[in-house]
């Protein structure tokens, strides 16, 4: 570069002393204004480029294209190095101060991204909560050691007020629609079934249960909100009045081992049971209890962070 090309950059688009416009169109970017201070610093256009990881044309084009922005020129460059003009020296100055200011909000913007990774707050309805859950927290705590992990186990209407209420991060849900207000995805698919405790009349049964019969039993239920309930509430087109009525998939597999009614519940939650004939399966005719089991969250606000990383677990 040299000192007599200032006329043409004046003359090349530079823009007038209050033009219009974006101020990101007439400020260089930080890259070009970072390899201005190398330059300066070291006084080699070459030492700088390697400074940055750039080539050397790289690093000429890039001042070139910065001094034509500008208007006026900022470096001279001889066989004995790389030194900046006048202006250059100025522009320079205040280059420093602009990337000073972007390095505290780099510092500002990670201390924020710590803050919110150090911690996890998650809602779970039950089933997916004791059966699912240990197994994709165990895998996020071997990729994020320091992230606390809290979780909140409730029936699907309640996970739904914990998201809404900016209480819990991500959330995890079982019922048959998404509630009002949250974005979902399908993370996994589950089965209820129809058990009994072995001394249960139905254990016995030569021919499918009829879902008319099904629907006139009264049962061991979870409560009202719960997805398993209302999954089988749907399908069934209504239910008797519940036996018992329990606030976890746990209590409801007790009560039903201890051959206090039959109940219906996740093929996830009775795996065990039913390999030791603690609980028989009843089969079910005419109608399916399939159902999906999404991770939801906030319509809006895709998951970031610790709660993205487990989402991703989830879905693996």
Do not use: C
């Amino acid at each position: 570069m040299v000192r007599g090309e200032t006329e043409t950059f004046a003359g090349e688009g530079a823009r007038p002393p209050g033009a219009a416009g974006s101020i990101a169109h007439r400020v260089p970017d930080l890259g070009a204004l970072e390899l201005l201070l190398a330059v300066a610093r070291l006084g080699s256009l070459g030492g700088a480029a390697r400074e940055m990881g750039i080539t050397q044309p790289a690093a000429s084009s890039r001042i070139r294209s910065m001094e034509r922005q500008l208007g006026v020129a900022l470096v001279d460059r001889s066989p004995r190095g790389s030194r900046l003009t006048d202006a250059g020296a100025l522009v320079t100055d205040w280059a420093r101060r602009i990337v000073e200011a972007a390095q505290a909000f780099d510092a500002g913007a990670q201390a924020l991204r710590d803050r919110r990774d150090s911690r996890l707050r998650v809602a779970a309805s039950m089933t997916i909560a004791e059966y699912l859950l240990p197994g994709w927290l165990l895998a996020l705590r071997a990729q994020r050691p320091d992230t606390a992990v809290s979780l909140l186990a409730g029936n699907s209407a309640a996970v739904a007020e914990r998201l809404l209420a900016d209480e819990a991060d991500l959330g995890f849900v079982e019922g048959l629609t998404v509630p009002t207000g949250l974005d979902s995805v399908v993370i996994a698919h589950d089965n209820l079934i129809v058990v009994t405790a072995p001394a249960h009349p139905w254990s016995r049964r030569r021919r499918p249960l009829e879902a008319s019969e099904l629907a006139a039993t009264p049962l061991i239920l979870r409560e009202k909100g719960s997805g398993t309930r209302q999954v089988l509430d749907v399908a069934l087109g209504g239910l008797a009045r519940p036996l018992i009525e329990l606030s976890s998939t746990t209590a409801v597999k007790a009560a039903a081992v201890s051959g206090a009614g039959p109940a219906v519940l996740s093929e996830l939650a009775v795996r065990e049971e039913l390999a030791m004939r603690r609980l028989v399966s009843v089969p079910l005719a005419e109608v399916s209890l399939a159902r999906d089991l999404r991770a939801v969250w906030p319509t809006g606000h895709r998951p970031v962070g610790p709660a993205r990383e487990l989402l991703s677990l989830t879905r693996g």
